[in-house]
């Protein structure tokens, strides 16, 4: 089980250290993995708040090349320097924003694999996608040019664009079927099983809903990551779901 906390580009020195306060007293669970995205210059000041908690680091985003003349972008090299274990490549934001397509999402994602980074590749249909019918067709496509030729391991995470922010989820019928759907594409491309993460709107009140749905290996969670109260009743939520799995 993974909880994904992504910071996006919120919460200063001030706010991450108030946050990780909090942390200290916490008894985290061997079971349930927990990884923090800060804000880029934020990255080795968090590394040293949480050195002592099993709580690791992960990049937003990294670039397609090692190093070179490109103005604000950040090299896989560097994140992994930085004590980064993981990387966010593709999240809605950067496509929409960054203007990134899907042969630079792939492109991004095989670098960082190959720089030691481990992945978690986002994917999600927008509203217009879902309602037509369309998702599973159009996830399908977006996968298979974003996912890189060459891994060991990979994290995706389905994150529908118009759940983002908004508060609105799929049911737990579609989230299954997507999940499902996303493990099967990749085990016929690449022969490799992989995690899938649910993100979009995740929170205190819905965590334990999507917990219970078969094919949900973890969440991503955006604004409710930013509150730590939050943060970890989410955390104990995937502790208790896996301890009343057993
Ligand atoms: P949200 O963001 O939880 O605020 O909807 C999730 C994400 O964008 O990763």
Redesign the pocket.
Known sequence: MFIAA?WKMNLDKFSISEFCKNLHNYKFSPKVEACIFPSMPYMDYLNNLIKNLPISVGGQNCHYKPDGPFTGEVSPKFLVDNGCEYVIIG?S?RRINGNESNNEIKLRAQLAVNSKLKVILCVGENATDREKGHALKFIEKQLLECLPNDFKSLIVAY?PVW???TGRIPNAFDINEMHMHIKKIVLNKSNKKIKVLY????NVENINSILKITNVDGV?????SLKVKDFLAIYSAAVKHLNSSL
Not at 199 to 202: L, Q, T
Not at 220 to 224: E, Y
């Open positions: 992504n999240h934001e994150e759940s983002i922010g993100g979009g709107s995740v991503l969670v955006g604004g409710a």
